[in-house]
């Protein structure tokens, strides 16, 4: 079996989704449940023996303990993080609580568990960190995509508690000997998304006749990776990853964050019309800028393709067609995690924000 951290939240979910239905392994789920996890995200799962959900924190050494010297797994695949740049500039302690003193605490109790035991057992245990191409900081526009080998220069405290994880595993694998692998991915995509993040604010937002605000000039360009893929990815590297690596994981679609919402405008024009007949770009408003907003992400993947033989599968039109469809079919789901405290988190982001509108939105 293997322990998953944060397997109630966006990534983990699909993640334990994907490895009971590919691999049919059994997930022990370690998950605080946080405003962005969600049990309701493994709802198939609740009578299915294979999962085991335990509500924890990583930063529970005891608990971490019990649960390593109990189920012993002999993966540990480490998502469990807070993620959201804009909720950093807001609040970036408790950043630094989860990202990093809690994956100092996880990677303590498995060093010590991992230290006691059977030497084959030992020899094939994995510690897989799943991070992020922020910690890498910005590109300009004609600048190459993130290799392993660029330099940390994490701009916002987000990604600068993601750097500061990013190395304490790095140390705990060259000074203890904890077998470990990295992977830094790109923007994820796809179902099970908090509506905190691009993509799923703007269909909750397009669908409820609300503003769709894009920060600065919409210009911003990231690499969108559906979250299907990058679950294909992490199986991949924990199954054959080479140990004290890192490997980038990217969807080569390198996008505007403005393409990004005409696009999604237009899908929803198709596939959920307004009743008025306008088009969802009508809905679009600049806002200001949120600060240190980083320019471009874009990622090399070429380390993972050559070396494990991974690819993804969809590219950005097809994977986002499918995300429109599934928050569309899913609109329970959405109205369970679209709290108050979601409504209330909102408009301390973007109540405050002048807002005009995008010239050609109608177009």
């Not at 370690?30 to 924890?56: E, I, Q």
């Not at 959201?84 to 568990?113: C, K, M």
């Not at 510690?127 to 910005?138: M, N, R």
Request: net charge negative.
């Amino acid at each position: 079996m293997i322990l998953v951290t944060g397997g109630a939240g966006f990534i983990g979910a699909n993640f334990v989704l994907d490895w009971i239905d590919t691999v049919g392994e059994q997930v022990v789920n370690l998950d605080k449940l946080t405003y962005a996890g969600n049990l309701s995200s493994l709802s198939r799962l609740a009578d299915d023996a294979r999962h085991c959900f335990v509500r924890g924190d990583i930063g529970d050494s005891q608990l971490v303990r019990e649960l390593l010297k109990t189920h012993k797994p002999r993966a540990v695949v480490h998502f469990a993080a807070e993620s959201h740049v804009d909720r950093s500039i807001h609040g970036p302690e408790a950043f630094l609580q989860t990202n990093i003193l809690g994956t100092f605490r996880l990677l303590e109790e498995v060093r010590a568990w991992h230290a006691m035991l059977e030497p084959a057992a030992r020899a094939a245990f994995r510690f897989l960190h799943v991070s992020t191409d922020e910690v890498y900081g910005s590109l300009g526009g004609d600048d190459p995509a993130f290799t392993e080998q660029h330099p940390f220069q994490p701009n916002s405290p987000y990604s600068a508690s993601k750097a500061a994880s990013d190395h304490l595993v790095r140390a705990w694998h060259h000074t203890y000997g904890l077998p470990v692998v990295t992977t830094n991915c790109s923007n994820n995509y796809g179902p099970l998304q908090f509506p905190e993040k691009l993509i799923p604010l703007m269909i909750h937002n397009a669908l409820a006749g609300r503003d769709l605000p894009v920060y600065g000039d919409g210009a911003n360009v990231r690499d969108w990776l559906y979250v299907g893929d990058h679950c294909a990815a992490i199986r991949r590297v924990l199954e054959a990853g080479r140990l004290g690596e890192t490997y980038n994981v990217g969807g080569n679609s390198e996008m505007r964050n403005l393409d990004v919402v005409h696009l999604l405008c237009d899908l929803l024009d198709e596939l959920r019309p307004r009743a008025d007949g306008a088009s969802y770009r009508s809905q679009i408003r600049f806002v200001t800028d949120r600060p240190g907003h980083d320019r471009r992400y874009a990622i090399d993947a070429r380390k993972l393709a050559g070396e494990l033989g991974w690819t993804p599968s969809l590219d950005f039109a097809s994977g986002l067609r499918r995300t429109v469809r599934w928050y569309l079919d899913n609109q329970p789901w959405v109205d369970d995690v679209t709290s108050g405290a979601y409504r209330g988190w909102t408009e301390l982001n973007y109540g405050a924000r002048s807002a005009a509108p995008v010239e050609g939105a109608h177009s």
